[in-house]
C-alpha cells in the first residue's frame, strides 16, 4: 500500500439509543492512541531494560464543529456525563476499518471571543475486547 494522507476517513459512533451516525463532515481533529502496559522484568544481571508487553488500550480523542440538528455529533455526545454508556466508535480509511466500544468520559463545547462553537469528546476503551484494524 502507499502512503497516503488523512483524507477521505470516516468516522461513526452510535447515539444513546444504539444508532449508528456518520458524523465525518462534523469533525476537524481526530487523535487516537493504541498504547500497551509494560512490565520491567530486567534481571540484575543486565545493563539493558527487559520488558513484557501487558494489556491494551485505546485512547480517542475528537474535535469539531457543534450541529445540532438531529442524528449528528450532538445527539452522539449528548448524554456524555449523565450516563455511563459504552459507544462503538467506527474510523474507516482506505478500505480498513478500526472499530472499538469507547467509555466517552467528555464532551465539551465552547463559545470562543471568535464566535465558532466547537466542541471536543475523549474516551477510552471500555471493553476487554483487544481494537485492531480489519479489511
Known amino acids: 500500500m502507499a502512503k497516503e494522507s488523512g483524507l477521505g476517513m ?17 469533525i476537524t481533529g481526530l487523535q487516537w492512541a493504541m498504547p500497551s502496559d509494560t512490565e520491567d522484568i530486567t534481571g540484575l544481571d543486565n545493563s539493558g531494560m527487559e520488558r513484557l508487553l501487558l494489556l491494551a488500550d485505546f485512547t480517542v480523542a ?3 464543529i457543534t450541529n445540532f440538528s ?6 452522539v455526545f449528548k448524554e456524555v456525563g449523565v450516563t455511563s454508556v459504552t459507544r462503538t466508535l467506527t ?5 480498513q476499518i478500526l472499530e472499538t466500544e469507547d467509555l466517552f468520559n467528555e464532551y465539551v463545547v465552547t463559545r470562543p471571543a471568535d464566535g465558532s ?5 475523549a474516551g477510552v476503551l471500555n471493553e476487554t475486547v483487544v481494537p485492531a484494524w480489519t479489511v
Open 10 to 26: 470516516t468516522v461513526a459512533g452510535d447515539d444513546v439509543g444504539g444508532t449508528v451516525r456518520t458524523i465525518s463532515n462534523e
Open 62 to 64: 475528537l474535535s469539531g
Open 70 to 75: 438531529a442524528n449528528l455529533s450532538h445527539d
Open 91 to 95: 474510523l474507516t480509511h482506505s478500505g
Open 117 to 121: 462553537r466547537p466542541w471536543s469528546a
